[in-house]
């Protein structure tokens, strides 16, 4: 065999076993419950993968990229001027961008999930398991709530009222 055909033998048989090996560790996150069920496992696969793609994009095509790009104002007679570093600017969009879609489009959380939470600026007190009755623990509204916190629960829960009066009639 000729050194030419050696070579193009070399380039197939290795983008046949790049293309295999893709398609073999692309389909792990699919088909393993361990990679469904671990969060710690899909974000170090993500986070491996966003090396994977800096390290590409920083340190082999960039440089490319922006020879190509001072070649361009060359040729048109223009390398002495400053120039706007378009190929930088748009390395870090793009990751940007991509950055963006990988929250929006693949946020794990479930729908209606909300992850707003109030706060109250009263001291922290002891919480208690939740009743499993259909009414108000008369111990947690003695002890937990505040007198405004009474308030809101009353005009929103017309039964509540009954159990508060209950409370001051006791003391």
Avoid at 19 to 24: D, G, K, V
Avoid at 89 to 96: G, H, I, K, T
Wanted: glycine share 4%; aromatic share 10%.
């Amino acid at each position: 065999m000729s050194s030419s055909t050696t070579l193009a033998f070399i380039k197939v048989a290795s983008s046949i076993i790049n293309f295999s090996l893709i398609m073999i560790t692309g389909n792990l996150p699919i088909r393993s419950k361990a990679f469904k069920s671990s969060k710690k496992l899909i974000s170090f696969a993500n986070a491996f993968s966003g090396g994977l793609f800096l390290g590409i994009g920083i340190l082999h095509l960039l440089p490319e990229a922006q020879e190509a790009y001072d070649d361009y104002y060359e040729s048109i007679g223009e390398a002495d001027e400053d120039h706007f570093p378009w190929v930088n600017f748009l390395s870090v969009a793009c990751f940007a961008f991509l950055l963006f879609i990988e929250r929006i489009a693949f946020d794990q959380s479930p729908p209606g999930h909300d992850h707003s939470h109030s706060h109250s600026h009263d001291s922290p007190k002891e919480v208690t398991e939740p009743s499993t009755e259909n009414h108000i623990d008369k111990e947690v509204l003695q002890d937990k709530l505040s007198p405004d916190q009474q308030k809101l629960l009353i005009k929103y829960v017309p039964e509540a009222e009954t159990d508060l009066d209950d409370r001051t009639s006791e003391e």
